[in-house]
């Protein structure tokens, strides 16, 4: 059964800081989303990593694939109080194409 | 920016009642999907479905979940008869390949 573990599952941080999340899946899987959920909102796709060693930025989020270690990294750059929100990595089931496996999501605080 | 629509936003019902949860996916994808999220929970996959039927379904997809896609625009999740533990956010999503999903705002069903 395909695992994933997401931590930390909760963190406050302070504006202007950098942080890491981590995601970690326990089988094989090249294909790997980051989403990001506002309280009583959809899920809004942030990044899709289709390979090992894939490397996507976008703004002051920036995310990384290790098919090999199977992780994931979303990497926060400089937060800012917008960036507040609850961020989940999924994975695709290797061969499937049919079904995301998500980790149970990390709730990021942000402090003016 | 094509969007997929979900309704209704949210539904009440009594338990053993019927749901049926309506979804417009984007129009050239070819790939549908629905997913739940119980409060402050993680996601979780029920089904998938392409080329008219159904390509994979998760244990919680039980024989109360039906879904159809009746005249090539709706896609829709039946449950037959409402337990008090199916109230969560359920989620379509869709895709025009074999990655890049789009989720819709969700509709909340609470069973009462």
């Known amino acids: 059964e395909l695992k994933v573990e997401q931590n930390p599952l909760f963190l406050s941080m302070q504006e202007g800081k950098n942080y890491t999340i981590y995601c970690n899946y326990s089988?094989?899987?090249?294909?790997l989303y980051w989403y990001r959920q506002d309280p009583g909102k959809s899920l809004e796709s942030l990044f899709v990593l289709l390979s090992n060693g894939a490397v996507k930025q976008e703004g002051r989020l920036m995310a990384s694939l290790d098919t090999k270690a199977r992780l994931s990294t979303l990497h926060i750059t400089a937060a800012v109080h917008d960036l507040s929100a609850t961020y989940f990595c999924a994975v695709d089931v290797s061969g499937s194409n049919y079904q995301l496996i998500w980790g149970a999501g990390t709730k990021l605080i942000i402090k003016p | 920016e094509p969007e997929v629509t979900q309704t209704p936003s949210h539904q009440v019902t009594q338990m053993g009642q019927e749901v049926i949860l309506r979804c417009v996916p984007i129009s050239n994808h070819l790939y549908f999907y629905w997913y739940r999220q119980i409060l402050g929970q993680k996601v979780e996959f029920l089904v998938s479905f392409y080329n008219n039927e159904i390509s994979e379904k998760s244990e919680i997809f039980d024989d109360q979940f039906s879904v159809e896609r009746p005249d090539g625009s709706n896609f829709t999740l039946k449950i037959r008869s409402t337990k008090l533990e199916d109230s969560a956010m359920y989620f379509c999503?869709?895709?025009?390949?074999?990655?890049?999903?789009?989720f819709g705002s969700g509709t909340r069903l609470t069973v009462v």
């Open positions: 999503a869709s895709s025009r390949n074999t990655y890049g999903y789009t």
């Open positions: 089988t094989t899987s090249d294909r």
